[in-house]
């Protein structure tokens, strides 16, 4: 469990986040999304332990943060935006050698290693870290992180910058952590890939909370379904614009319309133009829709 009470952090002047509250159970994975200067960044460090909260509460797994941030380290794992790496290392010594931080014996750090490489399908070949690619290194790093087999994970942008298939292999490797138990803090700017693999949403706006929820209960809080219909008739002009407010979209005409009568009102219409229905499909707002609508 994972429980904020009014946390605040000010920077002389500026305030990088303000009165925040939250609470997120175990075995999730819970987005923390915004625009640039939202907050977001200051937010995992006050939850990694790694600077300290202007005021507030902080609680992680029944470690007071702000009390004893020592502590929590030993069951937390983090990951910050940039893979910085010992670049003259090996993957190997670069693991060991947190591994020996930690004080995991040698022989299980062995074990471990040859573990986590197989399950993020790493092959370091012997190669200097400095020789690795962006997602070689990213993988490497999140490696690093889970060495002492941590409990929780504060994730700043684990997939950024990476290629489609680095950053889908990631998005799934998230996604099995949290099945074997753990529980996943992150922030993103792939938002597709928040709304797939997040069980909780937190929106963060100048260092404020303006939206937490499930994405159904995100979607409810936005706004309703869309229904679309792609349709095509011989003659558009036999249909009512007033009726039908319809578009050209993808070699079709489209409309689109908030519940069913609308959706049947539409379909009739196009029915008695001698129209037809190709297709129809439902969509709710996405989280990049709510950000434009909460703005900056």
């Excluded at 946390?7 to 640039?36: E, M, Q, R, W």
């Excluded at 099945?179 to 963060?204: K, P, W, Y």
């Excluded at 539409?266 to 709510?290: D, F, K, N």
């Amino acid at each position: 469990m994972i429980t904020a009470r009014s946390l605040t952090k000010c920077y002389d002047s500026f305030t990088a986040l303000d009165d925040v509250s939250f609470s997120f159970p175990d075995a999730g994975i819970f987005g923390i999304i915004g625009h640039n200067g939202a907050g977001k960044t200051t937010l995992l460090k006050c939850i990694a332990g790694l600077i300290a909260p202007t005021s507030g509460e902080l609680v992680v797994n029944g470690i007071d943060v702000v009390r004893d941030p020592v502590a929590l380290k030993a069951t937390l794992g983090y990951l910050p935006e940039e893979s910085r790496l010992y670049e003259t290392m090996t993957a190997e010594d670069y693991l060991a050698f947190f591994g020996e931080i930690y004080g995991i014996p040698k022989e299980e750090i062995v074990v471990r290693t040859r573990r986590l490489f197989a399950a993020l399908s790493l092959e370091p070949d012997g190669k200097k870290l400095g020789e690795f690619s962006k997602g070689m290194k990213r993988k490497t790093a999140i490696a690093r992180s889970l060495i002492h087999d941590p409990k929780f994970l504060v994730y700043d942008e684990a997939t950024s910058g990476l290629d489609p298939m680095t950053s889908r292999f990631i998005a799934e490797y998230l996604k099995k952590l949290k099945n074997e138990g753990r529980t996943i803090v992150l922030s993103a700017h792939n938002l597709f890939q928040v709304e797939a693999i997040c069980d909780r949403v937190m929106i963060l706006r100048r260092g404020r909370v303006v939206a937490s929820g499930t994405m159904k209960e995100l979607r409810e809080q936005f706004g309703s379904i869309t229904y679309t219909i792609w349709f095509s008739v011989a003659d558009p002009s036999r249909i009512d614009r007033r009726e039908v407010p319809y578009r050209e979209e993808d070699g079709y005409l489209a409309c689109d319309t908030g519940d069913m009568a609308g959706l049947n009102a539409c379909s009739a219409a196009i029915t008695e133009a001698g129209g037809r229905v190709e297709r129809i499909e439902s969509r709710y707002p996405s989280l990049e829709e709510m950000l434009v609508a909460i703005g900056k």
